[in-house]
């Protein structure tokens, strides 16, 4: 049987030249490609020798590290199922996600193994492992065999299981196949002309699906060199900059850069492309950032489910305020009128939820679409944008109102640094309209608030306004409105 694990591909460029830099580190620690094939090996031995078997959960919450990547190559090669895990989750949700996925092996940091001690109750094998090849992990590394092979997996098999933000209730589990993985990685390789002599400047979280699959995943395949950041930090990321030529982040990361009175164009020379994702790009920061360095942000579009769905072209209009055109291979349609929810098709699409058939059954139409819960439209010329999410969808009085629409105006206006707009319960409309403004300088009057959504119809104004220091955000960037739902509920009480 052809072995079409993943893994194969991922190390294929780094083993024609294992002397490659892979990670390079503040500081100019390198991690070649050889060390990471050698590490990866030594992690696949070690998690075999804890108990776990081809197929078994490897559940992960550890901090960003080369390390952190060794494992989860380790893992993947020895046919292991990876399960990483939100490193600010509390033992109280680690507990959920460790019963849900019943993993062979758990991995913490070796700091917090006490605290996960009765959360990890039911895992057979608790290991940890910090950075510098601290905790316990590392004296199984050093008695067990390393696997040097790469057990067989199908295309079909599951490669990693990522949980949802759980916004609408518990979180699931998408289950992504190494077909999928696959399918994705090549698929944005091409889309975004990546080759080896690419520098990709990672300042992401390696739990989530923007820095695991789309980041290391397509810098990989191509045997670049990735200059490793542990977080996002405005003035390191800009200090490194000058030795990158592709950058991925989330919004939140460019707003960051604009702030910075060194950024501009000289500090982006060497620069071919940024990539912004996993929450919606302001068009504001679109057009500040082209005016300060000349080059435009490439928005596309993902999820857990589905790997990346589409993007802006590398070559061609990148238009602020929309995701771009389905990748290859890759079907969108919108269901029924538009704006409608937004439903896929293709190889990148997950094999559903882990131990939830019902879920899994609901994320999908009869016909096989998958059902991804945004809401958007699509133009003549095939170009997606994308209003909001249907739990995200505002009915009052009968009237469906879609958030994104009035954030636009208010984000636009001067004063308004940015807004998020709720529904929260209203005694006669069912639903009343709330917006929530974090100030700009000295900040907008209601008067001009009111003045400014004069141009809405009248069931799609907000009717009281609020103001925060700051909008509730994960660790994506995205913006958690249920948290501003819970908190204003009683606004019109």
Request: charged share 20%; with cysteine; hydrophobic share 40%.
């Amino acid at each position: 049987m052809l072995n079409e694990n993943f893994f194969k591909a991922l190390v294929e460029a780094g083993r024609r030249d294992p002397t490659r830099w892979c990670l390079t580190l503040p500081g100019d620690e390198v991690f070649t490609y050889g060390d990471l094939d050698h590490v990866s090996a030594k992690m696949a031995g070690a998690l075999l020798s804890a108990g776990a078997k081809p197929g078994d959960r490897i559940a992960v919450q550890i901090e960003k590290s080369p390390e952190n990547v060794a494992l989860y190559l380790g893992a993947m090669r020895a046919g292991l199922t990876y399960v990483p895990l939100n490193t600010a989750y509390t033992p109280e949700e680690i507990d959920y996600f460790l019963n849900d996925a019943s993993p062979a092996v758990f991995v913490c940091a070796p700091e917090k193994e006490a605290a996960l001690r009765q959360a990890a109750r039911n895992v057979s094998s608790i290991l940890t492992l910090g950075t510098n090849f601290n905790g316990t992990l590392i004296d199984t590394l050093e008695s067990a065999a390393h696997f040097t092979d790469i057990e067989s997996r199908a295309q079909g098999d599951i490669a990693v299981i990522l949980y949802t933000s759980g916004t609408t209730g518990r979180s699931k589990g998408a289950m992504l196949t190494h077909g999928n993985l696959r399918s994705n990685a090549v698929t944005l390789s091409t889309a975004w002309e990546f080759t080896s002599e690419d520098r990709l400047l990672h300042a992401l979280p390696i739990f989530h699906i923007h820095g695991l699959f789309v980041a290391l995943h397509t810098a990989m395949l191509n045997g670049c060199e990735i200059l490793f950041l542990s977080k996002f930090n405005a003035k390191e990321v800009l200090n490194q900059l000058p030795r990158a030529s592709v950058m991925m982040g989330v919004p939140t990361f460019y707003s960051r850069l604009l702030a910075e009175p060194g950024f501009h164009e000289r500090a982006c020379r060497h620069m071919r492309l940024f990539i912004s994702g996993s929450a919606p790009l302001t068009a504001e920061t679109f057009h500040a950032f082209e005016e300060r360095t000349g080059h435009k942000i490439l928005e596309r579009y993902g999820m857990s489910e589905a790997g990346m769905i589409a993007s802006n072209p590398l070559h061609g209009a990148r238009v602020a305020g929309t995701v771009g055109h389905a990748l290859p291979d890759i079907s969108i349609r919108i269901a029924g009128d538009a704006p409608g929810e937004v439903e896929v098709k293709g190889p990148n699409v997950f094999a559903g939820y882990w131990k939830k058939p019902d879920k899994s059954a609901e994320a999908f139409t009869e016909d096989g679409w998958f059902r991804t819960g945004d809401v958007g439209v699509i133009d003549d010329n095939g170009r997606l944008s994308l209003v909001g999410r249907e739990k995200d969808l505002i009915i009052s009085g009968g009237f469906n109102i879609y958030p994104i629409e009035i954030e636009q105006v208010l984000d636009a206006l001067a004063g308004v640094a940015e807004s998020a707009i709720i529904g929260v319960p209203h005694p006669d409309m069912g639903e009343g309209v709330v917006a929530v403004i974090v100030e700009e300088n000295v900040g907008a009057t209601d008067f001009e608030l009111n003045q400014a959504i004069s141009t809405l119809a009248k069931f799609k104004r907000p009717r009281k306004f609020f103001r925060l220091g700051a909008l509730p955000r994960n660790t994506m960037g995205k913006v958690q409105k249920q948290k501003l739902r819970d908190q204003f509920k009683d606004a019109f009480q």
